[in-house]
């Protein structure tokens, strides 16, 4: 639509701002942050892929607010996260309920000074593939990518006039608004699900009846990590046995359960790489790095091997049915129990320690049936969520005519 009608430019030669945080030594330690004050300071998890969420938040005081000299948004800022999870992008508007907010040093500040460029349309047009491959290319790092702040600046934009610049805007927001929707349903059902799980386990019954007790996860479980998945291995795409990575979690299909795989393995290549297979039922996630503060938990449907990068929990069905322990572990968010330092970490012992409220196994098969439902819905939503997100990519793109 706007490619023969646009004009392509460096984002530091468009009056576009792209601003660092307060490195220096009035950054906020740990302890300085706390659960309420005079200034949000943004962590990694209130800038998603979806935008800015608020779950869990930090605040410094006033005075501590008043001492750093850069990172404060202003209305109309956008965010980019720039370690770990880079690319993330959010949009501090008017719906954003603080009037004080600050990034940390994993962010920078994109600000828009530029009086021929709306700046709802310079976020969906950063939100673009065409953004987004650019921002592929130019991050780098293997354990944690990284972002510069020059890199960012050499983005090439493509700004139309101002007139179709606001049709795009109106065009996208339609699907905007239906994303929208679509997701407070889904976080709704999943919260709810939650909630249900919690009442049912901590309601004042007669434990007789029930045969409820108290475990901890090493008393109903084993636990393993993965196996280093050798590169000369890497690159079946059929074979004997999947071999999960991290990424395999989002492809189409895995939504609860890991049905399918980027790459597959012979047994003997496992013999060769002294790496052993999980069973069917076992429940796999993250043990290391951003994609642990996701808290995706996924179900094994076949005998497969896992990298080790992940974690592989192994129910005791003498104890534990399966399906039960994964609705159980979606409630646990293990951003707390990772470990603080500068790559996220969580640690075997710590799992192995956490206590539940059990019931017998025929309550618990109860109490799987209904969560398998609500699981279906979801699952069925998150695919109406998925095309919704692939229709609105796919329209942007034609909009932008890349």
């Known amino acids: 639509m706007i490619k023969s009608n646009c004009n392509v430019f460096l984002l530091k030669d468009s009056a576009i701002k792209v601003i660092d945080g307060d490195r220096g030594s009035k950054y906020p330690c740990a302890d300085e942050r706390k659960a309420k004050g005079y200034c949000l300071f943004l962590n990694t998890k209130n800038v998603t892929k ?3 969420i608020f779950d869990e938040v930090n605040f410094i ?10 990172g404060q948004l202003q209305k109309n800022d956008i965010v980019l996260s720039t370690r770990g999870t880079v690319g993330h992008l ?21 600000r828009n000074e530029n009086e021929k460029i709306n700046t709802d349309f310079l976020f969906k047009l950063l939100t673009s593939e065409y953004i987004k491959n650019q921002i592929d290319k130019l991050s780098f790092g293997s354990a944690q990518k990284q972002l510069t702040v020059k890199s960012i600046k050499n983005l090439k934009i493509l700004i139309p006039s101002i007139q179709i610049q606001i049709k795009i805007v109106n065009i996208i927001s339609i699907w905007d608004n239906a994303i929208e929707l679509c997701s407070k349903l889904i976080d709704n ?8 799980l919690f009442e049912l386990l901590n309601m004042n019954l007669n434990s007789s009846t029930l045969d409820f007790k108290e475990k901890s996860l090493a008393e109903i479980s084993s636990i393993k990590g993965g196996y280093v998945f050798k590169e000369e291995f890497q690159g079946k795409t059929k074979g004997e046995i999947p071999f999960v990575k991290i990424n395999d979690f989002n492809l189409p299909g895995n939504e609860k359960f890991i049905k399918n795989t980027k790459y597959w393995v012979n047994k003997d290549d496992l013999d060769k790489m002294k790496a052993k297979v999980f069973k069917k039922n076992s429940i796999v996630f993250a043990k290391v790095g951003a994609s642990l503060y996701l808290n995706k938990r996924r179900l094994l449907v076949r005998d497969t091997a896992v990298d080790n990068n992940i974690i592989c ?17 979606l409630t646990i968010d293990f951003a707390n129990l990772s ?12 799992l192995l320690n956490l206590k539940f409220r059990i019931p017998n196994l025929d309550m618990q098969d ?18 109406v969520l998925q095309l919704l997100k692939i229709q609105k990519n796919s329209l942007l793109n034609k909009l932008i005519a890349v």
């Open 189 to 196: 059902m999943d919260s709810y699900k939650t909630y249900i």
């Open 313 to 329: 929990i192994i129910p005791n069905e003498e104890f534990c049915n399966y399906e039960f322990l994964y609705q159980l572990l």
């Open 50 to 52: 979806n935008g800015f």
């Open 339 to 350: 470990q603080k330092s500068s790559i996220p970490l969580i640690n075997k012992r710590d």
């Open 61 to 70: 005081s006033k005075e501590q607010h008043n001492k750093m000299l850069k």
């Open 366 to 383: 109860k109490i799987s049936n209904i969560f398998k439902k609500y699981d279906e819905i979801i699952i069925n939503k998150t695919k």
């Open 90 to 110: 959010a949009y501090y508007n008017e719906n954003v309920p603080y009037p004080f907010v600050r990034i940390n040093s994993g962010m920078v500040i994109i």
